[in-house]
């Protein structure tokens, strides 16, 4: 892997990861199409803890908030605090993956289930989007229902911040917690993530990559994943979900007829 490849990889990752359009699909798509040798899983680390990072430094003052009032004026209730709702709704997209994620490696990741997944949960994304009334709050329940609908990420294309975004339109939520919630959602799961990959690479064996490769996927990552988060906060707050719907289905065309 070449320097232009890195940086194209730790743009697109950083681009994707946050919005609701499937970073994996994009990864396997751009090194398809270009013809690239896999990366290899010390790069991909290296850009998901970019991208961890960013999440991280966009919503300390959150995190912080979490850790010192753990249950969010709620009364004595602790099954009702961010931190425990965070912790719940990562559970199930955890054991799936542990569960599941070599048989989705094998069998889910060709351009046709990318096409399909693009469209479908692209509408599905629309028809929240339309439908949510936007008054309720977030609960253990819907947090639950967003951690099992997460489990649907595990496929490529399906998008885990589109797929949590989706269903927490369809409990109600509103745009802007719906998507703050799936961000930090998007902790744990990374860290999940990142710990089942280093444990693989451990069993592996590690490969001959260069550092500065490594430096410069995730420095790119996180500058790029910190900004697109910002962006997409403001942007659907005044837009909605339309566009990112738009070139969902669009993106499953030109798969459908291209590869």
């Given at each position: 892997m070449d320097l232009i490849q890195a940086l194209i990889l730790a743009i697109i990752q950083g681009l994707t990861e946050f919005?609701?359009?499937?970073?994996?699909?994009?990864?396997?798509?751009?090194?398809?199409?270009?013809?690239?040798?896999?990366?290899?899983?010390?790069?991909?680390?290296?850009?998901?803890?970019?991208?961890?990072?960013?999440?991280?430094?966009?919503?300390?003052?959150d995190l912080i908030r979490m850790i010192k009032d753990p249950i969010r004026n709620r009364g004595k209730n602790i099954m009702q605090s961010d931190a425990m709702i965070l912790i719940v709704a990562t559970i199930p997209v955890v054991i799936a993956g542990g569960l599941f994620n070599d048989w989705i490696e094998n069998n889910l990741r060709s351009s046709n289930v990318i096409a399909s997944t693009s469209i479908i949960f692209g509408f599905l994304l629309l028809a929240s989007d339309k439908l949510s009334s936007g008054r309720n709050k977030l609960t253990l329940q819907i947090g639950l229902l967003i951690g099992l609908a997460q489990i649907l990420a595990l496929i490529?294309?399906?998008?885990?911040?589109g797929i949590t975004i989706t269903m927490g339109l369809f409990m109600g939520l509103g745009r802007m917690e719906s998507a703050k919630f799936s961000f930090l959602l998007a902790i744990p799961v990374i860290l999940a993530a990142s710990v089942l990959q280093i444990y693989e690479l451990y069993s592996m064996g590690f490969s001959d990559i260069s550092y500065i490769l490594l430096i410069s996927g995730l420095s790119i990552s996180f500058v790029i994943a910190y900004y697109t988060i910002h962006w997409f906060l403001a942007f659907v707050m005044s837009i909605g979900m339309l566009p990112f719907v738009i070139y969902r289905v669009a993106l499953g065309l030109v798969i459908f007829a291209l590869l």
């Open positions: 919005l609701p359009v499937s970073s994996s699909a994009h990864l396997i798509l751009v090194s398809k199409v270009i013809g690239w040798n896999d990366q290899g899983l010390l790069f991909d680390i290296a850009l998901h803890f970019g991208t961890l990072l960013a999440v991280l430094m966009y919503f300390k003052d490529p294309g399906v998008s885990r911040s």
